[in-house]
């Protein structure tokens, strides 16, 4: 069964500075993707960062970057000038394509301090 | 354009008693889900459906039911409600399966039961 783990329950962060959130994964698929989401007070969830595992090069969308580590199944969120509005719940997510469904980790909540 | 939109956000149930949340989409998508969100712990997977029609069973389907009769409608039912059943529960809709496809969350509905 495909499990994601998320270490760090907890996580504080100085506003303008760089923080690094950690997920790992189990699996035994080749073809998977890999996922943030970013739960604010709002409880929306919204899309950060994709990754397809096939994709040597990490992925990037703007303040966020990953580090991804097929070989050791690991997955980590890098969050550069950290602002105030990236105080939220983070959750690394999985999808392989036989599989039908996205499988969570338990979160990892950030706090951004001023 | 609404998104993914969610009714009531919030209910009380006593045990026993039965409701059905609903779940609709602007979006034209062909896929949704339903997830259960607990303390301390990522989405898991309770319903989805793959088109107009169909349902299929996800991670925790035990003690729910759901229907699709209308493409833009996702209905979670609960028959007889239980304790364990308090949680929050997110809709989510997507064009179609796959990692690529992006899936897009309802704002959530707190269910407390007692």
């Keep these: 069964a495909q499990t994601v783990t998320q270490s760090q329950p907890e996580m504080s962060v100085q506003e303008a500075e760089t923080v690094t959130l950690s997920c790992t994964y189990d699996t035994s698929e080749s073809d998977y ?25 990490n992925a990037t969308e703007n303040r966020f970057s990953v580090n991804f ?11 550069s000038d950290s602002q105030l509005g990236d105080a939220a719940m983070y959750f690394c997510a999985y999808w392989y394509n036989a599989g039908n469904m996205l499988t969570f980790g338990g979160g990892t909540r950030l706090m951004v301090k001023p | ?22 779940c609709a989409q602007d979006m034209n998508h062909e896929y949704m889900y339903w997830y259960r969100q607990d303390p301390g712990m990522g989405l898991r997977l309770i319903h989805y459906s793959v088109g107009e029609g169909t349902t299929a069973k996800g991670e925790v389907p035990d003690g729910y039911n759901v229907s699709r009769l209308k ?3 996702f209905l979670l039912g609960l028959e007889s409600a239980a304790p364990s059943q308090t949680s929050v529960y997110f809709c989510a809709s997507s064009w179609a399966a ?3 496809n992006e899936q897009f969350f309802g704002p959530g509905t707190r269910l407390t039961v007692l």
Excluded: C, D, H
């Design chain 2, 71 to 73: 493409k833009q409608n």
């Design chain 2, 1 to 22: 354009n609404a998104g993914v939109t969610q009714t009531p956000k919030f209910r009380v149930l006593k045990t026993g008693q039965s409701m059905t949340l609903l």
């Design chain 2, 98 to 100: 796959g990692g690529y």
């Design chain 1, 69 to 79: 580590q097929k070989a050791a199944k690991s997955f980590s969120l890098k969050i």
């Design chain 1, 33 to 57: 993707y890999l996922f943030w989401y970013k739960q604010p007070p709002s409880r929306q969830m919204i899309l950060v960062i994709r990754q397809e595992a096939y994709k040597q090069q």
